[in-house]
């Protein structure tokens, strides 16, 4: 079943959501060549507690595995689930920053990625598209469509610019847990899967490749890469369905969609 919020539920969403893209905002901020990974990671910590809240992250179990970061940061051909350590960020690197929040048990979740200085020409156009399929995707995000049709708008952004969909990762329904029903693919077809209702809220998220889509796992077990080495971009709102336009309550001042 995919939960519905109520008026009351949606507003503590709106919350949490708030705070998840305050806190968002002020770790970009932070991206620099020579900081560490790991205290951009301790930062993070730091203003979530002077939020009161938690991380959605800090902890997350899969199976035996327990997630370690507070955020999950992964640069360059890293897709998500990156792992904060004592790496430092270079100019012309790419970082995805992926920020869950926990605030009166409801999540926010929300993520982007940052170019530090100049970068490629081709990954810059990566970061454009992968912005502009989440764009597309919240566009469609409205009662009475259907899942398939976030997915397909996605894709086809990325397909006519030659570039790659990651399909192994998902966005998904979010709320009392950070995962919830439904998945929410970034490819499909129009027309297909559940009807999208209002009071649904979803983190609506595109990983796009500049080479191929398929994905591999470190030893870490948590960090994504590519399986070619090249770069990825990462872009998440989570959005509430409404009897109107959909509402992204992951807005961002100046850095927001259109």
């Known amino acids: ?10 507003e503590k969403m709106r919350q949490s ?14 991206i620099r060549p020579g900081i560490t990974t790991k205290e951009v ?12 809240v938690k991380s959605a992250f800090l902890g997350y179990r ?10 999950c940061i992964s640069l360059n051909d890293e897709v998500i689930h990156g792992i904060a350590s004592q790496r430092r960020i270079q100019y012309g690197d790419i970082v995805k920053l992926d920020i869950g929040v926990i605030r ?7 993520a982007t990625t940052v170019p530090v200085g100049v970068v490629d020409d ?10 502009k399929a989440l764009e597309r995707a919240i566009s469609v995000a409205y009662e009475g469509k259907h899942l398939g049709d976030i997915g397909a708008e996605i894709e086809e952004e990325a397909t006519r610019h030659n570039l790659n969909v990651v399909r192994e990762f998902v966005g998904h329904g979010v709320g009392r847990k950070l995962h919830e029903e439904p998945q929410v693919p970034n490819y499909g077809k129009r027309n297909n899967g559940p009807r999208l209702k209002a009071g649904m809220t979803l983190a609506i998220e595109p990983m796009i490749n500049l080479g191929t889509a398929a994905v ?28 109107a336009e959909p509402e992204i309550l992951t807005w961002r001042g100046k850095t927001q969609l259109k």
């Open 104 to 110: 009166d048990g409801w999540v926010g979740d929300t």
């Open 62 to 71: 899969l199976g035996h595995r327990v997630y370690p970061g507070n955020i």
């Open 41 to 52: 990671d301790e930062a993070a910590a730091e203003m979530m507690a002077e939020a009161g």
């Open 17 to 30: 959501c708030r705070v998840a893209s305050d806190i968002l905002e002020r770790v970009i901020e932070l």
């Open 122 to 131: 081709r990954v810059e156009r990566l970061l454009r598209v992968t912005e």
């Open 1 to 10: 079943m995919i939960p519905i919020k109520n008026a009351k539920e949606a």
């Open 216 to 243: 591999r796992l470190l030893d870490d077990g948590w960090t994504a890469c590519t399986a070619d080495g090249m770069p990825s971009a990462h872009f998440e709102h989570t959005v509430l369905i409404t009897k």
